[in-house]
């Protein structure tokens, strides 16, 4: 993994999603605002496409950190930094193990893994961070976090086939492109 | 070459740097918010210059799209607008002179009882613009250029001003029109840094201020509709004070308050304003206006108000950060 470009391409997402990102908000009536997680595209096509699952889950690592970061509110005076790091650790290992299930390269299963990847980051955030506010009340509104994390795990997915079709483009800057060598064992 | 820098060191393999990192995230997780705060600082300046410019273009089209979903004002509507701008330039003139008059009463009663103690609460206004938003959608926050340097602390609170000629662009007003500048409260200051500061929006799940409900109903009737069932009641001097009552924001775009009780005879567009105790806003500020007035079914005999926001918080851009120069008093 080229770990510069990642690290540049890391902040230009969040960049974005801090500050464009409120463009592309949809305003509902029932959840709120929902905004789409712009750097889950580039965790899911990290963990798609690198070679080692320990890279990607360190990738993913600090681009969780970043969003830890660089969000606060929503529960409390202010939420703790950590739990997206975990989660996006944890959605990572997720679609790194089940990527070979299907054609990682076609649209369909990239909105899959999308989805698969934001509903486990995104609840292991409410989750823990839930944990930490603790209360009766703040439990009551956990099933309307929840139903939250299903809407932005839907948007984020739907925009996943172009993000993905975006990053196949820029893939050089970010992963080791070059033929991988054969297993000494099959050589013949 | 990375793979064989950490080959030397034989403790440091990516599976080890991992399993530490992770061991980290559950550390700062456990620690609480005071890390978090502090961590936040550190590394925020990184992304407030370069955001000004993408939160100026969201803004803007925040703004536009707020501007087509508006309602188009008749001309007669149009009309009573422009009456009601004469009224009030006229008030402010009048305001103005009794102003006048006031400061030079109060710079005489200075000299006399100056050494005493403040006569009332003094502020500086800290003009700010905000450059980001919240990464995350489960909190209604943003991010302001103006940090300790320019003198602003962790519980200040945050106004803004709503120009109605903003929305009056779009509807095809005739120019010329006064521009009404009403202060509301838009949020306030939960962490703050040395070039910037992170502001917690009225509407944010986590934010809860003391507030009084104001009345603005007839002071000789009121009209209570109860199921259907109309009737009319007359105020008295116990009915028509000021409702003390707790706030919160919903998580979404409105703000709550529960548990006011049936006798005060809440209605629609009544003001929710700021208590006038605060160390940070000793004054009766705008909050938002009652939009909805709804039982309570576990407590019978109780309502609860959705408040609908004084500010247009989608669009926020440029803000005024209230930083006391009076001596610090006790928060209610």
Same mark, same amino acid.
């Given at each position: 993994m080229h770990w510069v470009g990642v690290i540049i391409l890391g902040y230009v997402l969040v960049l974005i999603q801090t500050s464009l990102g409120a463009v592309l908000t949809i305003d509902t009536r029932m959840l709120g605002p929902i905004r789409p997680d712009l750097v889950a595209h580039l965790a899911v096509f990290l963990a798609l496409q690198s070679r080692s699952g320990v890279e990607a889950a360190l990738a993913a690592w600090g681009l969780g950190l970043a969003l830890d970061l /660089? #969000?606060? $509110?929503?529960?409390? =005076?202010? /939420?703790? !930094? $950590?739990?997206?790091?975990? $989660? @996006?650790?944890?959605? /990572?290992?997720?679609v790194f193990r089940i990527r070979d299930l299907f054609y990682k390269d076609r649209p369909l299963p990239q909105v899959f893994f999308a989805a698969v990847f934001c509903l486990i980051a995104h609840g292991t955030w409410i989750t823990l961070q839930q944990l930490r506010v603790g209360g009766d009340e703040g439990m009551a509104g956990y099933g309307q976090l929840w139903l939250k994390v299903v809407a932005l795990a839907i948007y984020s997915s739907a925009l996943m086939p172009p993000a993905g079709w975006l990053y196949q483009r820029i893939a050089p800057v970010v992963l080791d492109t070059t033929p991988s060598r054969t297993h000494p064992s099959r050589k013949r | 070459m990375a793979r064989s820098r950490t080959a030397r060191i034989p403790f440091l393999t990516p599976n080890w740097l991992l399993a530490i990192l992770v061991v980290?995230?559950?550390?700062t997780t456990v620690v609480g918010p005071g890390l978090a705060r502090r961590l936040r600082g550190a590394t925020r300046w990184a992304l407030a210059p370069l955001g000004d410019a993408g939160t100026l273009v969201s803004t803007a089209a925040r703004k536009r799209t707020s501007q087509i979903a508006a309602e188009k004002l008749t001309p007669r509507q149009v009309e009573d607008l422009r009456r009601q701008n004469e009224q009030m330039r006229r008030t402010v003139q009048v305001f103005a002179r009794r102003f006048q008059r006031y400061r030079r009463a109060k710079a #005489?009663?200075?000299?006399? @009882?100056?050494? *005493?103690?403040?006569?009332?609460?003094?502020?500086d206004l800290v003009a700010a613009r905000v450059v980001g938003t919240g990464s995350l959608p489960y909190g209604s926050t943003r991010m302001i250029n103006q940090g300790k340097a320019a003198g602003v602390q962790v519980g200040a609170r945050v106004t803004t001003r709503r120009l109605l000629t903003d929305r009056m662009k779009a509807l095809r *007003?005739?120019? +010329?029109l006064a521009a009404l500048a009403?202060?509301?409260?838009?949020?306030w200051v939960t962490e703050a840094w040395a070039l910037g500061a992170e502001l917690q929006l009225v509407t944010d799940d986590g934010f809860r201020i003391a507030a009084i409900v104001n009345r603005r109903v007839d002071q000789r009737t009121i009209k209570v509709i109860e199921r259907g069932n109309a009737s009319i009641q007359r105020l008295?001097?116990?009915? @028509?004070? =000021? !409702?003390? !009552?707790?706030?919160?924001?919903? $998580? +979404? =775009?409105?703000?709550i308050v529960r548990d006011v009780s049936v006798d005060f005879n809440v209605r629609p567009d009544d003001l929710l304003l700021t208590r006038a105790e605060s160390y940070f806003l000793p004054e009766r500020f705008p909050l938002g206006i009652v939009e909805k007035v709804t039982p309570q079914p576990k407590t019978p005999g109780f309502v609860q108000l959705v408040v609908k926001p004084a500010a247009d918080l989608d669009a926020l851009r440029r803000v005024y950060v209230i930083v006391p120069t009076s001596p610090a008093r006790q928060e209610p």
């Open positions: /660089t #969000s606060s $509110g929503g529960m409390s =005076d202010s /939420t703790v !930094v $950590g739990p997206m790091a975990l $989660g @996006y650790v944890l959605a /990572t290992a997720a | 980290l995230a559950l550390i #005489s009663t200075r000299r006399l @009882y100056g050494q *005493i103690e403040p006569l009332e609460f003094e502020f *007003i005739p120019p +010329k009403p202060q509301a409260m838009v949020g008295s001097r116990e009915t @028509y004070e =000021d !409702v003390p !009552v707790i706030a919160t924001g919903n $998580g +979404k =775009d409105r703000m």
